[in-house]
């Protein structure tokens, strides 16, 4: 099966785009394209003065972006993170919104080649874009015991992370790491089935891929930049689907809520305005999670950029 025949249901369709509040003459950004569910539904909503700007770091996803939206002249594409949507000249005017849907797509994950499922053999990769940086074997083979139980704790908060560490190590020593499954059955025998329904290589697996594709620093850049290029007005929305990303999102739209605390025997610095107004959150309904698993551990947060 070709990679492009893979497909995504998008989470929270019709709340993410309503919350955009589209009107049909904005600019609205998609910094997390996949396959272009929300995208249509935005383009569907704009007039012949609107605008619709795509990005997407997966070399995929722009591949079947071209194909779905190339010809229409109210869309731009563009391959990279959406944490470098500032050095984009289509940014430079202004968005009327910015809709990021985080983490994996079904596409990757169904994609055995991709390498960030345990479910099926594959090269063990989980990069967001295959062309650049180390893949998942390649940085495991490298990093150091304690480098490696670092990441797993960090980004999968895995409480045996220097366990899974040390044995990974040791595996390296007799045999390179080199597929999925190899990966997935040394957690599994390291350190057993802890939790039901759930592999004991999840958090494994979710932590080597936010570290290879750095995606909370990605992130982190993504909020700041849409911030400052939202238009008075502007809503910002963010659907995140494990506990670090959708923290993080929290705490950076609360941050841009509020002034600054004055310092103790220090004169109040002048009150800047807070640039967003958060307007809430969300989460996908009964109906949604009964259609679609995977929408159960996903929040939509809301935020709008004051005048």
């Given at each position: 099966?070709?990679?492009?025949?893979?497909?995504?249901?998008?989470?929270?369709?019709?709340?993410?785009?309503?919350?955009?509040?589209?009107?049909?003459?904005?600019?609205?950004?998609?910094?997390?394209?996949?396959?272009?569910?929300?995208?249509?539904?935005?383009?569907?909503?704009?007039?012949?003065?609107?605008?619709?700007?795509?990005?997407?770091?997966?070399?995929?996803?722009?591949?079947?972006?071209?194909?779905?939206?190339?010809?229409?002249?109210?869309?731009?594409?563009?391959?990279?993170?959406?944490?470098?949507?500032?050095?984009?000249?289509?940014?430079?005017?202004?968005?009327?919104?910015?809709?990021?849907?985080?983490?994996?797509?079904?596409?990757?994950?169904?994609?055995?080649?991709?390498?960030?499922?345990?479910?099926?053999?594959?090269p063990l990769d989980m990069r967001m874009d295959p062309g650049s940086?180390?893949?998942?074997?390649?940085?495991l083979a490298a990093a150091s015991e304690s480098e490696i139980a670092?990441?797993?704790?960090?980004?999968?908060?895995?409480?045996?992370?220097?366990?899974?560490?040390?044995?990974?190590?040791?595996?390296?020593?007799?045999?390179?790491?080199?597929?999925?499954?190899?990966?997935?059955?040394?957690?599994?025998?390291?350190?057993?089935?802890?939790?039901?329904?759930?592999?004991?290589?999840?958090?494994?697996?979710?932590?080597?891929?936010?570290?290879?594709?750095?995606?909370?620093?990605?992130?982190?850049?993504?909020?700041?930049?849409?911030?400052?290029?939202?238009?008075?007005?502007?809503?910002?929305?963010?659907?995140?689907?494990?506990?670090?990303?959708?923290?993080?999102?929290?705490?950076?739209?609360?941050?841009?809520?509020?002034?600054?605390?004055?310092?103790?025997?220090?004169?109040?610095?002048?009150?800047?305005?807070?640039?967003?107004?958060?307007?809430?959150?969300?989460?996908?309904?009964?109906?949604?999670?009964?259609?679609?698993?995977?929408?159960?551990?996903?929040?939509?947060?809301?935020?709008?950029?004051?005048?």
């Amino acid at each position: 099966m070709a990679q492009a025949e893979f497909t995504h249901v998008p989470v929270m369709l019709e709340e993410a785009v309503e919350a955009l509040q589209v009107r049909a003459e904005g600019t609205y950004l998609d910094g997390t394209l996949g396959r272009g569910g929300h995208a249509r539904q935005v383009l569907a909503r704009l007039g012949e003065g609107g605008r619709l700007l795509l990005m997407d770091r997966d070399p995929v996803a722009i591949e079947v972006a071209q194909r779905m939206f190339a010809a229409d002249p109210r869309v731009r594409i563009r391959q990279a993170s959406f944490a470098g949507m500032a050095q984009w000249q289509e940014v430079k005017g202004g968005l009327d919104g910015v809709l990021l849907d985080l983490g994996v797509s079904s596409p990757q994950l169904d994609d055995a080649t991709r390498g960030f499922s345990f479910q099926a053999e594959g090269p063990l990769d989980m990069r967001m874009d295959p062309g650049s940086g180390s893949s998942a074997a390649e940085w495991l083979a490298a990093a150091s015991e304690s480098e490696i139980a670092d990441v797993l704790w960090r980004f999968g908060e895995e409480r045996l992370s220097r366990r899974i560490a040390r044995a990974i190590v040791e595996r390296r020593m007799q045999q390179a790491l080199q597929t999925t499954t190899q990966l997935a059955e040394l957690v599994a025998r390291t350190i057993g089935f802890r939790e039901r329904h759930k592999h004991p290589a999840t958090r494994t697996f979710q932590a080597l891929r936010i570290h290879l594709n750095n995606e909370l620093g990605e992130l982190e850049a993504g909020l700041a930049a849409a911030t400052e290029n939202l238009k008075p007005g502007g809503r910002l929305v963010v659907i995140s689907f494990h506990s670090l990303e959708d923290r993080l999102v929290k705490r950076f739209m609360r941050g841009q809520d509020s002034q600054p605390r004055s310092q103790r025997n220090r004169p109040p610095a002048e009150a800047k305005p807070a640039p967003l107004e958060v307007i809430g959150k969300r989460f996908a309904s009964d109906a949604e999670l009964d259609a679609n698993p995977r929408s159960r551990s996903a929040v939509m947060r809301v935020a709008e950029k004051r005048p």
